[in-house]
């Protein structure tokens, strides 16, 4: 059950994420180079012959995934680093349970009591 949530949150991040990198990241950087639209960038291999598609390579879009899993990466590690670091407190505080506690007052005293019975006897 676990994993089947932590696939759907996970999907629905990239969808977050690539939201984000698109439609917030990008046009800045486009903006500052000079109002370029990244979704448009691309080499073309090959011209249109025909019904044949021209052949690109889209580096613009790579970009964008590129930078997608770059921060998808960077709150993963976040999240794993989070859950280690309280992981680590849990198991350390059932250890300082286990320490017996220091015997109480009126231990000491009946302990004190019995030693000198023994001594006497």
Do not use: C
Request: aromatic share 6%; proline share 4%.
């Amino acid at each position: 059950m676990d994993m089947a949530v932590g696939i759907i949150v996970g999907a629905a991040f990239g969808k977050i994420v690539s939201s984000f990198v698109g439609d917030v990241v990008m046009p800045p950087i486009g903006l500052l180079s000079g109002g370029v639209n990244f979704t448009d960038l691309a080499f073309g291999l090959q011209e249109a012959v025909g019904e044949t598609a021209t052949a690109t390579i889209n580096y613009a879009k790579f970009a964008q995934t590129v930078i997608d899993f770059v921060i998808v990466v960077g709150a993963v590690l976040v999240a794993v680093k989070t859950i280690n670091s309280m992981r680590k407190t849990e198991e350390a505080a059932p250890a300082k349970a286990e320490v017996e506690p220091e015997p109480s007052m009126e231990e000491v005293l009946f302990s004190e009591i019995r030693d000198l019975l023994k001594v006497r006897t």
